[in-house]
């Protein structure tokens, strides 16, 4: 199917020096929050792409779950094969994609396990069923079907129907430390503006790249 010609025109902003902030973060944080006002669903997604050991590249959506200088959290099972892959190699990218406001953020960087306190810290505030869940999936790992599943999540119900549901070791977070972080905005006739922040002796350098 030819669809050479599905295509439109970015109108609904630009993006210049003197409207970014110092730092990565801090201009991450404005344009999320941005997208938080509309009606843009999940604007905490983003595409983690990591590379195993033969080259290949692969990518799957996680959510963010918080953020600050130090980096971009999220979690998942520790024996998943993203977690493999960002063991053997922990150079990652994040991807943001907030398509109503025709925005984009790259994020390139290093992956690092965060501690088992901090994962606990936020294993505790996740809803009941999303705890026991992450009981149930061997991430990754190939199932027959989904009511081995749902037998295996009723089980763990059971397992833990008094007092509060546990950590699973194998289940955690991981911080992604910046390298360098690129904003991209969508502009008419294909004009798009781009930055790059990338770190310099007293914080970051900020330079336009061309569309």
């Known amino acids: 199917m030819d669809i050479s010609n599905f295509r439109h025109e970015y109108l609904k902003g630009g993006l210049e020096f003197s409207d970014l902030a110092s730092s990565p973060v801090e201009q991450f944080s404005n344009w999320f929050d941005q997208a938080k006002k509309t009606d843009i669903p999940d604007p905490n997604a983003m595409v983690l792409a990591t590379v ?13 779950k918080y953020y600050d200088e130090d980096g971009f959290v999220f979690f998942t099972n520790r024996e998943s094969r993203k977690a493999r892959e960002m063991k053997d190699n922990p150079r990652v990218n994040l991807h943001f994609v907030w398509l109503d406001l025709e925005r984009q953020i790259s994020i390139s960087g290093r992956s690092e396990p965060i501690s088992a ?3 606990a810290r936020y294993f505790m505030t996740r809803p009941r069923d999303s705890q026991i869940a992450a009981w149930v999936s061997n991430q990754s790992s190939k199932v027959s079907s989904r009511q081995i599943l749902m037998q295996k999540f009723q089980e763990m119900k059971e397992k833990f129907s008094r007092g509060d549901v546990p950590l699973p070791s194998f289940w955690g977070g991981y ?20 930055f790059l922040y990338t770190p ?7 330079e336009r790249l061309a569309p």
Do not use: C, I
């Open 175 to 194: 911080r992604v430390v910046p390298a360098s972080v690129e904003f991209w905005q969508g502009r008419k006739n294909r004009l798009h503006d781009r």
């Open 52 to 64: 195993d050991s033969s080259g290949q590249p692969s990518q799957r959506t996680v959510l963010l």
């Open 200 to 206: 310099s002796v007293d914080g970051w350098n900020v």
């Open 117 to 119: 306190a901090e994962s």
